[in-house]
């Protein structure tokens, strides 16, 4: 079965802290996401990885950067969280670059920050 | 921009009731259209696409037409169960962007036995 992991499913930060979401995925995946979900507001997608070390910005990377050394692991970092980074956070792994490619989520992580 | 609205939650509904939830697109071209569903406590996962105006995607027994004359692609289940309850998402994505996926914001569906 696919799957994609993410480290916490519950995260209390304080403004100002510098944060590290995990993902990892056991599919021999190519693609990463990182997507945020806010009531109303669906997913946005906050950056995209298509290979190791390579990383593209989606429609709000403002805030975060990210980090893909290896294949199977994608890191979202906050470099300093702010509260209007409170949010659940999605990663998703697809198999290539095209959108047909279903993408497989995480269960999500569910950040407070206070 | 590409962009996808779908019809505001929550929506309640019986066991075995219908259930249609709408969605619209904007978009340029054919892009393709997804719906995704979250339930409770999972990440989404996909529930079914089309690729090609007419199309129809099926997969547990929802359905859903792609119409380009209508720029829609409404969701629909004939009967529904109470593991049906979950937010459903209708997504796109565009000719332009061969990853990027837009989606709408979800609607929350809530089946009562």
């Known amino acids: 079965d696919v799957k994609v992991t993410q480290s916490s499913r519950y995260l209390v930060k304080r403004t100002g802290e510098k944060v590290f979401l995990e993902c990892v995925q056991d599919?021999?995946?190519?693609?990463m996401f990182w997507y945020r979900q806010d009531p109303g507001l669906g997913l946005r997608l906050i950056y995209f990885?298509?290979?190791?070390?390579?990383?593209e910005k989606g429609d709000i990377p403002e805030g975060y950067s990210v980090s893909r050394e290896k294949k199977e692991r994608f890191s979202l970092i906050l470099e300093s969280a702010s509260t209007n980074q409170t949010s659940m956070y999605l990663c998703?792994?697809?198999?290539?670059?095209?959108?047909?490619?279903?993408?497989?989520f995480g269960p999500g992580t569910r950040l407070l920050v206070l | 921009g590409d962009s996808v609205t779908q019809m505001e939650g929550p929506v309640t509904l019986s066991e075995e009731a219908f259930l249609t939830i709408n969605c619209t697109y904007t978009?340029?071209?054919?892009?393709?259209l997804f719906w995704y569903v979250q339930y409770p406590g999972e990440g989404l996962q996909l529930l079914l696409k089309?690729?090609?105006?007419?199309d129809k995607g099926s997969n547990k027994g929802f359905e859903a037409t792609y119409r380009k004359e209508t720029t829609s692609f409404h969701l629909e289940k004939g009967s529904v169960q109470v593991s049906d309850s979950a937010v459903y998402f209708c997504?796109?994505?565009?000719?332009?962007?061969?990853?990027?996926?837009?989606f709408g914001a979800g609607t929350t569906v809530t089946v009562r036995a």
């Open positions: 998703a792994s697809s198999q290539f670059g095209s959108a047909l490619e279903t993408q497989y």
């Open positions: 599919m021999d995946h190519e693609n």
């Open positions: 990885s298509y290979d190791v070390k390579m990383k």
């Open positions: 978009a340029t071209g054919y892009p393709s």
């Open positions: 089309a690729t090609k105006a007419d």
């Open positions: 997504a796109l994505s565009g000719e332009s962007n061969d990853y990027k996926l837009s």
